[in-house]
């Protein structure tokens, strides 16, 4: 009889048969759990091609960020064994550099499909035998649950001498002809421990089903991180210490002191083993698979064709997804050896790449930084410089950007962030990486190679153990540069990755020095949005200049797509020569291809966000900004003369007030906020 907390296995197939509990393979729970409702699947356009995106993976505080090629691989991978495929022969291995997200990928994977698992409808069950005690043969052992995780109905496909008998038994608890044709598609045997019990107990009952469910128990599969059931993870590790059992268990000393038959398979502890543990429907994570030895690769080659472990003759069917991860070197160094190629031909490789839109980088660079509350070493609470995550997201994502004769890295950043990049167009940034990725050096592909996260977190460690840092209580913008130039020099061991990663540095220096303009307008100006909105009427009076009903007065009424509201702006052509003038742009030939590219832009940008803004665009900005600068300041010199010096009462109140802006309106501390105007007066960075 069941427990009042557990069910009987009639009691257990009826609730599938009825839909209250589901049995499936791991391939289609993950399956579901991905794609069960078609509203959590959007089309994405990355790099210029149209893909998909799972809500799944972008939920909750530390969720995946891009990696849209790699999620879209493996949802497809998984689909694919779920719906009988090849796949479900074969372990999904993620390739690439360390630090570019391959283990955060398959934690996130395992960390959804437990708390996917937990909800009652999905909840996996196993079985027990009990009362052993009855039967004889096994000492003080008095109950077996199933080593391998095996699921009720399994055992309810297995209960009775043949399959005739088996089917009918499902049938007559309510299981229609296509219910069962369902279930059979997911048939397995039963291990060899669970299988030499179950006929123990047929003998002892001989053969009364009613008196052998007095020795069967249903109870559900433990889902612990910790403990490794349902998803579980196996490290490689060194040729002496690693060895077959951390994966497949071994016989137990402890359990023969019981037995007394020593021919009876549940003398063999598989739970000992990383794989019985996740055989139930779950996930096994083997990270750094190509590091281990060569018997081990052996193992994993059987486990992932034949999906059994195999101890001595004895097999026990599992139900698991094999994910695995290799950085280039070691995978690199495995295909060199030539002697475990088979093994190769049993993966669906998906070769990682780093992140390169700039944009997302933010948010892994937020990661990095940490959400908890930062404070000195004396106690005080440490400011971040509101500079300081583009800064470095700039330039981690910079280093990613390989070399082209098409597009310089600049360029090649934005594009991939879906930005503006002057005339250069997302068409020939697709170009690029497919020119990258037909080369069969994986490392020369696009996003291979660049600063990883962990050389980010280093630069982090170095700006905040700084004493500028500790005595200023503030993680100011500028001296993140410094502080990423010592890792690659200390962590970076290829010269010529070196070389152009300090090259990169230097763009991204500039990039800051842009920023860092557009903070100083917006002070001097007294408001967070000026540069902004002065760049948005310079657009404005291009497309205006065009219009049919622009007045003598040059006066152009027009309807904001971001209020919905008219408004009026009166077109100055000194202003837009001006702006153009700062561009570089000198024939009206020039002038005129502009001012149609950026019109161009605005119609395309518009209609997916009425609150685009042009603030991606770099040269409009700093365009925009060194005339605002220069001209609303002419009597002054310039704005840099009149902050260097400040030995006059109008110099010292308008330095004052941009501080108090910047610290007031701006997010800024009195210590970055001082070090950014001193900056700004320097020459440093400028281009």
């Not at 994405?44 to 530390?62: A, H, L, P």
């Not at 495995?334 to 790449?353: G, H, K, N, T």
């Not at 080369?439 to 700084?466: A, Y």
Request: charged share 25%; glycine share 6%.
């Amino acid at each position: 009889m069941a427990t009042k907390n557990n069910l009987s296995l009639e009691q257990h197939v009826k609730s599938v048969i009825k839909g209250e509990k589901v049995f499936e393979n791991v391939f289609q729970s993950i399956t579901r759990m991905i794609l069960g409702q078609p509203d959590q699947i959007q089309k994405v356009n990355v790099n210029g091609k149209s893909t998909y995106d799972f809500k799944v993976f972008r939920e909750g505080r530390r969720h995946l960020v891009g990696m849209y090629d790699e999620i879209n691989s493996f949802v497809s991978f998984v689909k694919d064994a779920s719906e009988g495929g090849s796949s479900k022969e074969m372990a999904f291995v993620l390739i690439g550099e360390p630090g570019n997200g391959k283990t955060f990928f398959v934690d996130y994977l395992n960390k959804i499909y437990r708390q996917f698992i937990a909800e009652p409808l999905n909840m996996r069950y196993t079985f027990k035998f009990k009362n052993l005690d009855q039967i004889g043969g096994y000492g003080k052992i008095l109950e077996a649950e199933s080593q391998t995780y095996e699921d009720p109905m399994v055992l309810a496909m297995n209960l009775f001498e043949n399959e005739t008998e088996n089917q009918n038994f499902i049938a007559k608890l309510g299981a229609k002809d296509t219910q069962l044709a369902k279930f059979y598609d997911n048939y397995r045997p039963l291990g060899a421990s669970t299988d030499y019990m179950l006929q123990q107990i047929k003998s002892f009952c001989g053969g009364d089903y009613k008196k052998m469910m007095d020795f069967i128990e249903i109870i559900p599969i433990p889902i612990s991180e910790t403990r490794g059931t349902l998803t579980g993870k196996y490290a490689a590790k060194d040729k002496i210490t690693s060895s077959a059992v951390d994966l497949l268990g071994e016989e137990s000393i402890t359990r023969l002191l019981h037995i007394s038959d020593t021919n009876n398979p549940y003398r063999f502890d598989l739970r000992r083993g990383a794989l019985a543990r996740v055989a139930g429907g779950g996930i096994h994570f083997a990270d750094e698979i190509f590091k281990n030895k060569k018997d081990l690769i052996q193992i994993y080659l059987g486990v992932i064709q034949n999906r059994t472990i195999d101890l001595e003759g004895f097999k026990w069917p599992l139900d698991t997804l094999i994910i695995a991860t290799s950085n280039n070197a070691e995978f690199g160094r495995f295909l060199d050896e030539r002697e475990e190629a088979p093994i190769v031909d049993r993966c669906r490789l998906s070769y990682m790449s780093h992140n390169t839109d700039y944009n997302l980088q933010k948010t892994l660079t937020e990661y990095a930084i940490g959400s908890n509350e930062k404070t000195v070493f004396s106690g005080q609470k440490l400011h971040i410089d509101p500079n300081l995550n583009y800064a470095i997201s700039s330039a981690v994502t910079l280093s990613r950007m390989p070399k082209s004769d098409k597009l310089t890295p600049i360029e090649m950043m934005k594009l991939s962030a879906g930005e503006v990049a002057g005339e250069k167009s997302i068409k020939t940034l697709s170009e690029v990486i497919n020119e990258l990725n037909r080369d069969p050096d994986i490392t020369k592909r696009f996003g291979q190679k660049g600063l990883g996260h962990r050389n980010l977190g280093r630069s982090l460690q170095v700006l905040l153990e700084q004493s500028e840092t500790q005595e200023g209580e503030c993680m100011y913008a500028g001296d993140v540069f410094p502080a990423l130039e010592s890792v690659i020099l200390d962590y970076v061991q290829d010269n010529n990755d070196r070389v152009k990663y300090l090259e990169d540095l230097k763009l991204a220096k500039s990039l800051h020095r842009k920023n860092v303009m557009k903070t100083i307008f917006n002070a001097y100006m007294d408001e967070p949005e000026a540069i902004e909105k002065d760049v948005l009427s310079y657009v404005n009076m291009i497309i205006g200049m065009d219009a049919k009903n622009i007045g003598a007065d040059k006066i152009w009424t027009y309807k904001d797509p971001q209020t919905n509201k008219l408004v009026a702006i009166k077109i100055d052509e000194t202003y837009i020569d001006s702006v153009e003038g700062r561009l570089g742009l000198k024939t009206n030939e020039q002038k005129q291809s502009f001012r149609t590219t950026i019109s161009k832009i605005y119609g395309q940008k518009i209609m997916q966000d009425s609150n685009y803004n042009f603030m991606d665009n770099n040269d409009l900005v700093k365009a925009v900004t060194d005339v605002r600068l220069k001209s609303d300041i002419a009597g002054a010199g310039s704005l840099v003369g009149a902050l260097s010096n400040r030995t006059n009462e109008d110099n010292q109140k308008l330095y004052n007030r941009m501080i108090n802006t910047m610290i007031d309106k701006l997010g800024y501390c009195k210590t970055c906020a001082t070090k950014t105007v001193e900056y700004f007066c320097t020459q440093d960075d400028a281009s």
